[in-house]
């Protein structure tokens, strides 16, 4: 399930992405806010441009835009996804990250090297940890292949150079519960812990937090053997609830 190609993926041809991207364009521009979208620019640290859709707006218009279109086939989300990560506006990207969280059961591993093109480019937490617990999480939990290989997407991921593919690796099992692979939670956790970044630090801390409502003890041992390697803000927040 290696899909670690660094190309930018090429857009399926999809009439249904043709459909929801011209209502998409039209129904969220007329929306749009110049000065909320200042503020919501400033807020998230100018990574991207904003239209000034209020969420619960936006979502409503979502809606609308997705009203009597077909179920999607995983090139439709992909070229859907794709093509809304071409757009500026941060708004687009939110749409294409709910698009694929709704309908992620109709996709397979197939879509992963989309979805490291849209983690890599325009990164930020706000994109990243949701497509991180909801769209590739659920892709390898659901890949028929991953029992059957001792490297899966994601152990490509946690020793990337980029925080942001370290970041989903360390978060994909967030949803996974009793199903979580420990060996990959801890040996992640581990192999990272060391990581200069705030959010590849913070990310430890969570996941660890997150099974901790699953096997508390387990994440307590975990804490206490790598106490010495694992930052003050990992531990922290991995005990937080403990």
């Known amino acids: 399930m290696l899909s670690n190609d660094r190309r930018p993926p090429s857009v399926p041809r999809s009439a249904l992405a043709d459909t929801l991207l011209e209502r998409l364009t039209g129904t969220y521009a007329g929306a749009a806010d110049p000065v ?13 441009p904003f239209l000034g859709i209020p969420t619960p707006l936006r979502r409503e218009l979502s809606k ?17 996804a794709l093509r809304c990560w071409g757009l500026p506006e941060r708004e687009y990207h939110y749409f294409a990250v709910d698009y694929l969280r709704r309908h992620v059961s109709r996709c397979s591993s197939g879509l992963l090297p989309a979805v490291r093109h849209l983690i890599t480019t325009v990164p930020w937490w706000d994109t990243v940890d949701l497509l991180a617990a909801h769209t590739v999480g659920p892709l390898v939990a659901a890949d028929p292949a991953t029992a059957a290989v001792t490297v899966t997407v994601t152990d490509e991921w946690i020793g990337d150079e980029d925080l ?3 970041r989903t690796a360390l978060l994909h099992q967030l949803r996974y519960k009793s199903a979580t692979d420990t060996d990959r939670l801890f040996g992640y956790c581990r192999r990272q812990a060391g990581h200069p970044d705030f959010f590849v630090r913070k990310a430890i801390g969570w996941c660890l937090r997150e099974y901790a409502k699953t096997d508390p003890d387990a994440v307590r041992a975990f804490v206490e053997a790598e106490r010495g390697s694992l930052s003050p803000l990992s531990v922290r927040e991995a005990l937080k609830n403990l």
Do not use: F, S
């Open 36 to 48: 909320r979208a200042r503020a919501m620019t400033a807020y998230m640290k100018d990574v991207a």
């Open 164 to 166: 942001w593919l370290v």
């Open 64 to 80: 609308a835009v997705t009203k009597d279109t077909p179920r999607p086939a995983e090139a439709d989300c992909a070229a859907l």
